[in-house]
């Protein structure tokens, strides 16, 4: 007997051999059959689904919950458009802080603002006290003179504004967050995916200095897992900073890792580890990610997290260790060291199934193609950047580079695996808002950029599907929906391959399916 029988849906299976179906059958989370497969057989529950379009739930290949649920919970100046309303903000929240206190913020962003902030004028606004302001990015932070006091002598800034590493020296004043704390934040951050149809992500670097919350983060998924705040599946990359020299057998080749030996792959079906996290680079908002020649308008190129052979020395440890790696890579300098580093490591220990990462791959030149696709490589893009961010983007790249930001079309021409993602909370989350811009290349304000890279609407569904699971080696367990797999299911309002490509963004997710159980977030 089934456990559910759905009926009367529109399922697009993402399965080549069955692309369409109307009815589907779950037995113990998994789907077990397709239209006459299950249609005489009988089930403890039978829902009609009147029409509605089913997917398979959506996977976000970069997503970073902890931060996101945190975000969510912080006072924050987003949406303020002077200097003026900002430090209004930061005098309101720390008129409520103990003069020894902390005044944490979120949310800010020097674009709209035309500058960054001063410690001098958060000084001023906050009445002397420690005032830390992350930068939406992710890649920044602002702080008071309180909090420069306490950093070492010579850390670089600019007047109160931290970049990349400097920040997460800053950021470490204020850490570790408890496990309690995290796991509560990564429950309301997976709520949230749920509502936009996303039932699988892969949570883009725990335990790390940049975006790390706690060198026990790991224990925290595994908190929320337990005390049921955890309700879609999650595969954790692993800072790079976390590995460490080893002493194993000669044979095995292995210069650094985690603790225990622990890679790539161990886990189960809710909760496993990932790749291995490695940045090469800083971020386009904040102006770190390093070009190969500089901004529009700046006289600079960004910056890479370390020397070169620095970076190489621990993408060669990480392959060899075992690990699958995503490597950070927003600008094409770190594109290209990121290249150089993942062929060395190849040839160092050739593995033709490593499915390594690049993370972002914002800023990819014609030439780098072909040597991408040669590495095997999966490019990891985030679409909706473009979306919200477009208008600066293309700006500060000028004509010449605005084509190549965050490919489309060219990575599927060279036979890349294109894989889509959010990178919440540095952006909206909703894959179907970025199926959208990936066939419509438009900005919030109608710019196109780089309309050459436009894909087709079963082809950015598939970024969000088949590719994610590939790229978190789910491939066997989600992307599709086939029997075997786990009934991970999308359930929306219409269909995003007949209506105007238009009103993709708009169609309501109604409910999201984990193992064939509604989520309370969206129940049928």
Known sequence: MLCTRLTNAHFLTMDPDRPVARQLGVWRGRIVGLDEEVATLP??????????????????AHV???????????????????????????????????QDGWVNLA???????GRHLTAVELDKASGGRKVFMMHDSGHGCVVSTAVLDLLPTGLPHEEGFLAEGAMAVARALRLPHSQEDLAEAIGRAARQCLTQGVTACAEAGIAGALFGHSPVELGAYQLARETGR???????????????????????????????????????EWLS??????????GMMARTAALSAPYEGLDHAGQLQDDPDVLAETVVAGHLAGWQLAVHAIGDRALDVALDAIERAQRLRPRPDARHRVEHAGL?????????????????????????????YAAVMGARRAPWLYRGKGFLRHGITLVGSSDRPVTDGSPLRAVQFMVERASETGRTIGPDE??????????????????CRWEDSLGS???????DLAVLADDPTTVETSRIGGIDVVAALVGGQETEEAVL
Do not use: C, N
């Not at 790079?240 to 095995?252: C, E, F, G, I, Q």
């Open 43 to 60: 089930a403890r529950r039978v829902v009609d689904l009147q029409g509605a379009t089913v997917l398979p739930g959506f996977i976000d």
């Open 64 to 98: 970073h919950l902890a931060w996101t649920g945190l975000k969510a919970a912080t006072p924050t100046v987003a949406s303020r458009g002077t200097v003026d309303e900002v430090l209004a903000v930061v005098a309101d929240i720390a008129a409520t802080v103990p």
């Open 107 to 113: 949310g800010y962003d020097q674009r709209p603002l």
């Open 230 to 268: 955890l309700p879609l599946r999650v595969q954790l990359m692993v800072a790079a900073d976390r590995l460490r020299p080893v002493a194993a057998h000669p044979s095995d080749g292995i210069p650094r890792a985690l603790g225990l030996g622990l890679r790539t792959g161990f886990g189960d």
């Open 273 to 282: 580890v990932g790749a291995l996290k490695i940045y090469t680079d800083g």
């Open 364 to 392: 990819v030149r014609p030439d780098q193609l072909a040597r991408f696709a040669r590495l095997g490589l999966i490019a990891v893009v985030q679409p909706d950047f473009l979306r919200s961010f477009g208008d600066d």
């Open 454 to 471: 436009g894909i087709g609407v079963e082809e950015a569904l598939r970024a969000y599907t088949v590719g994610g699971a590939f790229a």
């Open 481 to 487: 929906l086939t029997p075997g797999k786990y009934a």
